[in-house]
């Protein structure tokens, strides 16, 4: 008996949402509409750039810390390239010097909040305050910066990023997480990367992560093997002319004939 009620139930609400998606599409136009302007108006960051160059991103977020940046910053001298750093106000105002130096050897700094809030818990005027601080905080060390923005445990919501870009921000997620910040050792974080890369991923690392140096040595020389070119994040993105897809956070250029990205 109880088998045959589940059954007759399980028809019952499919003739149910049949008749519905029948109604939608069929009887109200403009309501079905509606309905794929709730899931359209959803907004993103970017995760990965849509390109068919060999282009990757590396970036090191930076709150807490900075034993193993030297060593991380002669890492990328010896393979010759320049990464993108995002540093919180506390970071910044305990290593100036390290800011500088960074900047100096080639590299930018993005805004990673000033004191690494869970942003949807405030309001806008908190969020706006929170970018703005920091990012002056950024330019009076080492002088204008891209504004590339990525909100602390990737906490989003389209408040953050509709003040991020009344701001002209740039919202930056990520589309390979090396999991370094859980310590497994070198070996697995290049592995996993490596099995992972392809054109326009945005890769996170952390600059006082106990195995991303050693990870990097190895790293680095195993994507240039394979015709990978490692680009500042700001040398990655599209500034202008580019939608957002809402399912991926995939960065896409609007269609432009002849060109070649």
């Known amino acids: 008996m109880s088998l045959y009620l589940s059954k007759r139930i399980a028809f019952m609400l499919t003739l149910i949402i049949g008749i519905g998606i029948f109604l939608l599409g069929n009887l109200s136009p403009n309501l079905s509409k509606q309905v794929m302007m709730l899931t359209s108006d959803r907004l993103v960051p970017v995760y990965k750039v849509d390109t068919r160059k060999k282009k990757v991103a590396i970036t090191l977020d930076g709150m807490w810390g900075a034993k193993y940046t030297p060593r991380l910053l002669e890492i990328f001298k010896e393979n010759d390239i320049q990464i993108t750093f995002f540093f919180g106000g506390n970071w910044l105002e305990d290593y100036p010097d390290m800011a500088k130096k960074i900047v100096d050897n080639g590299h930018e700094i993005g805004n990673h909040t000033y004191s690494h809030p869970h942003l949807n818990s405030l309001t806008k005027e908190e969020i706006e305050e929170e970018l703005v601080r920091n990012q002056q905080l950024i330019k009076n060390l080492v002088g ?7 909100p602390p445990f990737g906490e989003y919501s389209n408040k953050v990023i509709n003040v991020a870009k009344d701001l002209n921000f740039q919202t930056i997620q990520w589309s390979i997480d090396s ?11 290049t592995d996993r990367i490596s099995k992972k890369i392809g054109p326009g991923d945005i890769i996170l690392m952390h600059n006082n992560g106990l ?38 956070g995939v960065q896409k250029r609007r269609i432009n004939p002849g060109r070649v990205d």
């Open 144 to 150: 204008e910066q891209p504004k590339l923005f990525r």
């Open 179 to 189: 999991l370094d910040w859980k310590e497994p050792g070198a070996d697995v974080i």
């Open 211 to 248: 195995h991303t140096a050693d990870a990097l040595e190895v790293l680095l020389p195993k994507l240039k093997a394979k015709g990978y070119e490692v680009v500042k994040l700001s040398e990655l993105v599209y500034k202008d002319n580019y939608y957002i897809e809402s399912h991926s």
